[in-house]
Nanobody, 115 residues
Framework: QVQLVESGGGLVQAGGSLRLSCAASGIGSGINRMGWYRQAPGNERELVAAISGGGSTDYADSVKGRFTISRVNAKNTVYLQMNSLQFEDTAVYYC?????????WGSGTQVTVSS
């Protein structure tokens, strides 16, 4: 059974930093893509950042220069370093893992930025 376990969310003041982690178990090797989405109340879920198996990255325009995504393939783990956090970054952050042909999702971790 595939499980994605997220950690690192919490409450932080504007301008602060948080690091999210997501470890996938039960999935074996051959993960294609890993990343993070987020969803704020009343908003649609949006892509924050993603990383391929080869290390290519994509970021939402709103987080470029502030967030950094990375992964450790041997641990099936993806990280999201979030710096210079803004009130607008407040959301539930969801980890995902794509191993063809299936996308797996974490249960989400709350990030709250106080202004």
């Amino acid at each position: 059974q595939v499980q994605l376990v997220e950690s690192g969310g919490g409450l932080v003041q504007a301008g602060g930093s948080l690091r999210l982690s997501c470890a996938a178990s039960g999935i074996g090797s051959g993960i294609n893509r890993m990343g993070w989405y987020r969803q704020a109340p009343g908003n649609e879920r949006e892509l924050v950042a993603a990383i391929s198996g080869g290390g290519s990255t994509d970021y939402a325009d709103s987080v470029k220069g502030r967030f950094t995504i990375s992964r450790v393939n041997a641990k099936n783990t993806v990280y999201l370093q979030m710096n210079s956090l803004q009130f607008e970054d407040t959301a539930v952050y969801y980890c995902y893992v794509f191993r063809w042909p299936t996308t797996y999702w974490g249960s989400g971790t709350q990030v709250t930025v106080s202004s």
